[in-house]
């Protein structure tokens, strides 16, 4: 490879602004009390690393759709502009989505 190109490895993830439980010990008898806040807010998180320099790259999202991982791919462009991107990805939905096909195909090469 290059100076010219840039191996990006991407995952995305979901941060939430609650616990999930999944067990817990307490005295017998007594039941234990979670306080909550009243929402389940959560951010999507979309991310690369360069697999040559480990150069970290990440955005949010209010979700995690096909048009959101459009809009990281357009910043992804953006960052590594006048260079050639190869990116592994996983096989998620959003991935390939018909959405995507115009932007894939103007930049593919």
């Not at 939905?93 to 115009?102: C, T, Y």
Request: hydrophobic residues 35%; glycine residues 4%.
């Amino acid at each position: 490879m290059d100076e010219n190109t840039v191996l990006l490895a991407q995952d995305e993830t979901h941060v939430h602004s609650y616990q999930a439980l999944r067990a817990t010990w307490s005295p017998k008898g007594e039941q234990k009390q979670i306080p909550t806040y009243g929402h389940h807010a959560q951010v999507t998180l979309f991310g690369t690393v360069d697999t040559q320099t480990g150069d970290i790259f990440c955005t949010t999202a209010d979700s995690c759709n096909a048009a959101s991982f459009l809009e990281f791919l357009k910043k992804v462009m953006k960052r590594y502009a006048n260079k050639k991107v190869i990116m592994i990805i996983d096989n998620a939905r959003i991935h390939h989505a018909k959405l995507l096909r115009p932007f894939l195909k103007e930049h593919h090469q």
